[in-house]
Structures are given as structure tokens and as C-alpha cells.
């Protein structure tokens, strides 16, 4: 199961579980350093999505605990995915135009 189906699933355990551990047990208080940027960034896909941080950090931990997995792809030593890595590959192979006879190549791609 992955896409959108995946997801969906772990939206629906996350919030399951949320309710699990907000009303069985008592909760404690995690804190991380990170830049101001990366919060900010965050901030914006989290609105987007109407949650806030403290939703997406439960639904990422709540993740972990109910699947033993990071929700994360898994990426190369790189930082890409495996697809995202092969297709930068393929793309170094493609020819290129030396600097002097690009505005000959540009006018060739009209």
C-alpha cells in the first residue's frame, strides 16, 4: 500500500492513536532546536494542510510507533529519492552544449 491510500491510512492511525494517547496517557513536552527558516517552511506546508507543528510532529511519532518505520522515502547518500537520483544520472549522460553555441542551440529549439 503506498500513494495516496498510504497515506490516508496513516492520517486515519494518527488520529486514532492521537486520541489513544491524549486520553490514556499523560502527555510530555518534546523540544527541538531548528533554524527559524525551517520552521517557517514547515509552518507554510502545515497551514496549507490545516494542521499546525504540534499535529504533524504527533502524526510523524505516531507513524513510528504504530508502523516501526520513519515516514520518510528512503533517500540516497545524496539526498534524492532513488527515482529523483537515476533520473538526475540520466540526464548528466544527455549531451550538452558548449557555452559559445548556445544562442545557435536556443534559436534551433524554436
Known amino acids: 500500500m503506498g500513494g495516496a491510500e498510504g497515506f490516508l491510512v496513516t492520517i486515519f492511525l494518527a488520529i486514532c492513536d492521537t486520541y489513544r494517547y491524549n486520553t490514556n496517557m499523560k502527555t510530555t513536552t518534546i523540544h ?3 533554524s527559524q527558516k525551517l520552521k517557517l517552511a514547515a ?3 502545515a497551514d496549507v494542510n490545516g494542521l499546525d507543528l504540534s499535529a504533524c510532529i504527533r502524526m510523524f511519532l505516531t507513524h513510528m ?3 516501526g518505520s520513519i515516514p520518510l522515502p ?7 529519492t532513488k527515482e529523483e537520483e537515476e533520473e ?3 540526464r548528466m549522460k544527455e549531451p550538452t552544449v ?3 553555441d548556445i544562442r545557435a542551440y ?3 529549439c524554436k
Do not use: A, H, M, Y
Request: net charge positive; charged share 25%; proline share 4%.
Open 65 to 67: 510507533d504504530v508502523r
Open 106 to 108: 536556443i534559436e534551433s
Open 98 to 100: 558548449p557555452i559559445k
Open 74 to 80: 528512503g533517500l540516497t547518500i545524496n539526498g534524492f
Open 43 to 45: 509552518q507554510k506546508v
Open 88 to 90: 538526475l544520472l540520466q
Open 32 to 34: 527541538i532546536r531548528v
